[in-house]
């Protein structure tokens, strides 16, 4: 039910491995959570939305890498400013820098650049990219939880639930302790039985979404609260 046997894909992401990486600690986590039916079945609708989009984006990337208009493609290089390329391109076809250097090639190409001061450091790493993409979706949660909306947060949920667990506004509040506070139950409840948001995360003031009920006193959001995990 996982791995390659659910979600083959060509290797023009290179992602088939890192997928099929990702689907264990899915698993493992839904396992530990619910029933072996229902923990399959969470798995499956969360594993499914998360690799359909690899699949169609690998798909995508066969097609075109395998299509005319590549040769037409102007050459591109990561993190060189693209005024930059045709000299680069020269520089290393007079260096005779190509893939007669194997294994050095890489970084061959990474001294020639800081050589001749080509380097666009104004373009935004992977690494930073991902951590501007996280803090907005994690933003994201805490608004539709501050607003109520059960249905963004589901819809959120099919590809970064976990985003919606870690979620913390500056005031360290969890997307619990903001649908909570905006007397929202039936959103709390979702977050408890399918976002599986902690009742006991506590914010800067160290109040859980418990004291936030109690203090706008919401009674039914209190007794949500209040009931006891093993029961």
């Not at 250097?101 to 690494?127: C, F, M, P």
């Not at 608004?143 to 639930?161: C, E, I, K, P, Q």
């Amino acid at each position: 039910i996982l791995g390659d046997a659910a979600h083959s894909m060509s290797p023009f992401k290179g992602q088939g491995a890192n997928q099929s990486l990702t689907d264990g600690p899915l698993l493992a986590s839904w396992l530990n959570r619910a029933n072996t039916e229902s923990a399959a079945r969470s798995f499956m609708r969360e594993m499914i939305a998360r690799t359909s989009i690899v699949v169609n984006a690998s798909r995508d990337a066969a097609s075109f890498l395998h299509s005319p208009q590549v040769l037409l493609e102007t050459p591109e290089f990561a993190g060189v400013k693209s005024n930059a390329i045709p000299p680069l391109l020269e520089t290393l076809r007079k260096r005779d820098i190509g893939a007669n250097i194997a294994g050095s090639l890489d970084q061959t190409i990474s001294d020639v650049i800081g050589e001749l001061n080509l380097s666009d450091n104004t373009r935004t790493t992977k690494s930073e990219q991902g951590s501007i993409d996280t803090l907005m979706l994690q933003k994201q949660a805490l608004s539709f939880a501050s607003d109520g909306n059960t249905v963004g947060l589901r819809d959120l949920s099919l590809v970064h639930s976990e985003t919606i667990r870690m979620a913390r506004d500056k005031k360290m509040r969890s997307c619990l302790h903001l649908a909570a506070a905006g007397g929202h139950y039936q959103c709390c409840r979702w977050l408890l039985t399918e976002a599986f948001v902690s009742r006991d995360v506590k914010d800067a003031d160290n109040k859980s979404p418990l004291d936030t009920a109690v203090k706008i006193g919401n009674e039914k959001i209190i007794s949500l609260l209040r009931v006891d995990t093993n029961t």
